[in-house]
Structures are given as structure tokens and as C-alpha cells.
């Protein structure tokens, strides 16, 4: 009972790290990719967001925005077959978004500077999909 117990701690704990060690590689990826001059998408809050989490805004509003904007990105997610986003990696952003959103409540009252770091993980994952849906849209037009 106790070695059952303990693999299955142990399997949870190696799980939650490989989805963590996935997320941050494919946002570090996709920021190198999208370092070489790409405008950022004006219809998302992401870059005003980015910005005043940096000069302490008020972190319920910022949280509002940025549920806003995963709103639209989901919506367009499922019900733009073209755009071809429902790959296992976007799938592994969208789940990394639902835990730091989770992150950030929970930490929001007793450690605030961890729920900003959250938040601007959620920021990056919602960038790394709104560019994504970007050059796939640009690939259709060509």
C-alpha cells in the first residue's frame, strides 16, 4: 500500500514537471522565433498587459483582460478549422495557461509578485498562440 502510495506521488510529481519543462521550451522556441521583428497583434491586450505588470497595476483588472483575450483565442481555436492550431503543443500552452491562471488566483492576496509572474507566463502563452494563428493565416493568404 505505501510503495503504491509513493509511485504514484512520484509519477504525479514527474508528470507536473515534464508539462512545466514542455511549456517553457516551447515558449522559449517560439520567442526565438518571433524575436526577428514581428508586430504584435493590436486586438489583444497582451503587450498593454505585459507592460503594466511590470509598473504594478491593480492585478484584477489585468486578469480580467487577459481572460478576455483567452476567450477569443479559444474560440477562434475551435471554430477556425483552417487555422490548424489544435496541435498537442498548443494543447500543452492551453493547459499551461488554465494552471498559472490557477497560480495567479491562489497566490494573488499572499504573494503577489508570484501571481505577476504567472500572469505574465498566461501573457506568453496567449502571444505564442496569436502569432501561431497569425502565419497560419498568412500561409492561406499565399
Not at 1 to 9: D, E, K, Q, Y
Not at 69 to 95: C, F, K
Request: aromatic share 8%; with cysteine.
Amino acid at each position: 500500500m505505501i510503495a503504491s502510495l509513493f509511485i504514484f506521488v512520484i509519477s504525479v510529481v514527474l508528470l507536473a514537471y515534464w508539462l512545466r519543462y514542455s511549456c517553457v521550451l516551447l515558449l522559449r522556441s517560439a520567442r526565438e522565433r518571433t524575436e526577428h521583428g514581428e508586430v504584435s497583434d493590436e486586438r489583444f491586450n497582451l503587450d498593454s498587459v505585459m507592460e503594466r505588470l511590470n509598473a504594478g497595476t491593480d492585478l484584477n483588472q489585468l486578469d480580467r483582460e487577459l481572460e478576455r483575450d483567452y476567450s477569443v483565442v479559444t474560440y477562434l481555436i475551435e471554430h477556425a478549422a483552417d487555422l490548424q492550431l489544435a496541435s498537442i503543443e498548443n494543447r500543452l500552452l492551453v493547459v499551461d495557461y488554465k494552471l498559472m491562471r490557477l497560480w495567479s488566483r491562489l497566490t494573488r492576496t499572499v504573494a503577489p509578485e508570484q501571481s505577476r509572474l504567472a500572469m505574465a507566463e498566461m501573457a506568453s502563452v496567449l502571444g505564442v498562440l496569436v502569432s501561431q494563428m497569425g502565419e497560419s493565416g498568412l500561409e492561406q493568404e499565399a
